[in-house]
């Protein structure tokens, strides 16, 4: 049962344009999200945060936006650069119990010339 | 420092081998994770833990063992290990266990 599912598994966006990235959840219990982004052959690199406490999210080129009722979350990049390009992960998980980090499938990303 | 270190990055063990897996962080982390990550999956869980000591074991077999001799050190003894069993093996640790991870850049492990 995958209890977060990024449903595009790739993304092609030119450089200097919007890249959004889409996540999905199932458990209600979650109240903590987050991105990671990943090379290959390298560990996932904690990209930005958000409490379900909030709605928006901004660090730099990077907004996570949470709509709680719809059980959606989405990463906003602007503008997109070529470093950007990587497999991104969405995770999310309960605070305040024991529970483990439930990652997404993953979205590879691609920002062209 | 905000790095989690882990040795080796490459590792070809055959399946009657034992070989360890060797995890450091210096940045007083009390949450000590290992995953596993297969091409194009998502890294699955398979141990955390918290001050020391085992709180989660995803059922992980035997043939792995896990080990953290102290709050900065995170071990996984491998043993009779399977062909199945050649994945990314990632380690990561926390503030504590509610806090986001950080991860280091991975054991490439191949089982033949």
């Known amino acids: 049962d995958q209890q977060v599912k990024q449903n595009s598994p790739s993304l092609s966006v030119q450089e200097g344009r919007i890249s959004i990235l889409n996540c999905d959840y199932t458990n209600s219990m979650f109240d903590y999200f987050l991105w990671y ?75 062209t010339l | 420092d905000t790095e989690v270190t882990q040795t080796p990055k490459h590792l070809v063990m055959g399946m009657t081998n034992k070989k360890s897996l060797k995890c450091e962080q210096h940045m007083g982390h009390r949450a000590m994770y290992w995953y596993k990550q297969k091409a194009k999956k998502p890294p699955e869980l398979m141990f955390v833990y918290s001050y020391e000591k085992l709180s989660i074991n995803e059922s992980v077999p035997s043939r792995f063992s896990p080990e953290c001799p102290n709050s900065s050190l995170l071990n996984l003894h491998l043993h009779a290990l399977q062909p199945e069993d050649s994945a ?18 991975g054991t490439q492990l191949s089982v033949l």
Request: net charge positive; aromatic share 10%; glycine share 8%.
């Open chain 1, 37 to 111: 982004k990943k090379y290959p052959a390298e560990g996932p690199t904690f990209l930005i945060s958000i409490s379900s406490i909030k709605d928006k999210n901004e660090d730099g080129r990077f907004t996570v936006f949470l709509n709680k009722s719809a059980k959606h979350l989405s990463l906003h990049i602007v503008p997109s650069q070529p470093g950007d390009s990587a497999v991104y992960f969405c995770a999310a998980m309960s605070l305040g119990t024991a529970s483990k980090l439930t990652f997404g499938t993953g979205t590879r990303l691609q920002v």
């Open chain 2, 88 to 105: 990314l093996y990632l380690c990561a640790s926390s503030q504590d266990q509610n806090e986001k991870l950080f991860f280091g850049s």
